[in-house]
């Protein structure tokens, strides 16, 4: 998430995901999505906000996570048709905003506050850009 789209993300406080661990909902493997994918489905399926939350997400090109109701693929579908996004460089957009808030001196648990998540998020977010060749 950007940090534009993170200052404007919409509050759903009544989502039948606020009384989750929101880690829940950002598998860190395609393994962990399919154990949890028909218990995401059915907690976003009966949500009053799941057509805002998923428009949400397609509109913030968002590319990791669960979101009302579609998976992270299913979104990149219908992001790249709609719009013609490059996936492959929106999908390093989360790093180079981590890597700058971390260049700037911000340690990670200051930045997993900035996009409130845990700070394993951010160690995740990292690691799969170690993989994909991105950290140096």
Same mark, same amino acid.
């Given at each position: 998430?950007?940090?534009? !789209?993170?200052?404007?993300?919409?509050?759903? #406080? +009544?989502?039948? /995901?606020?009384? $989750?661990? %929101?880690? =829940? =909902?950002? %598998?860190? $493997?395609?393994?962990?999505?399919?154990?949890? &994918?028909?218990?995401?489905?059915?907690?976003?399926?009966? /949500?009053?906000?799941?057509? #805002? /939350? *998923?428009? =949400?997400?397609?509109?913030?090109?968002?590319?990791?996570?669960?979101?009302?109701?579609?998976?992270?693929? +299913?979104?990149?579908? @219908?992001?790249? *048709?709609?719009?013609?996004?490059?996936?492959? +460089?929106?999908?390093?957009?989360? =790093?180079?905003?981590?890597?700058?808030?971390?260049?700037?001196?911000?340690?990670?648990?200051?930045?997993? !506050?900035?996009?409130?998540?845990?700070?394993?998020?951010?160690?995740?977010? &990292?690691? *799969?850009?170690?993989?994909?060749? @991105?950290?140096?």
């Amino acid at each position: 998430m950007t940090l534009l !789209a993170l200052l404007n993300t919409p509050s759903f #406080p +009544e989502a039948k /995901c606020m009384d $989750s661990d %929101p880690d =829940f =909902f950002f %598998p860190v $493997s395609q393994v962990e999505l399919e154990q949890r &994918l028909e218990r995401l489905r059915a907690m976003c399926g009966s /949500c009053i906000h799941q057509a #805002p /939350c *998923r428009a =949400f997400s397609i509109t913030n090109q968002e590319e990791h996570g669960f979101w009302g109701g579609l998976t992270a693929e +299913e979104r990149s579908h @219908l992001i790249n *048709r709609e719009s013609g996004i490059n996936t492959k +460089e929106a999908g390093t957009r989360r =790093f180079r905003e981590i890597q700058e808030y971390l260049s700037k001196g911000l340690d990670k648990h200051q930045i997993a !506050a900035i996009f409130k998540v845990k700070v394993q998020s951010i160690d995740r977010t &990292l690691e *799969r850009a170690k993989k994909k060749g @991105l950290a140096q």
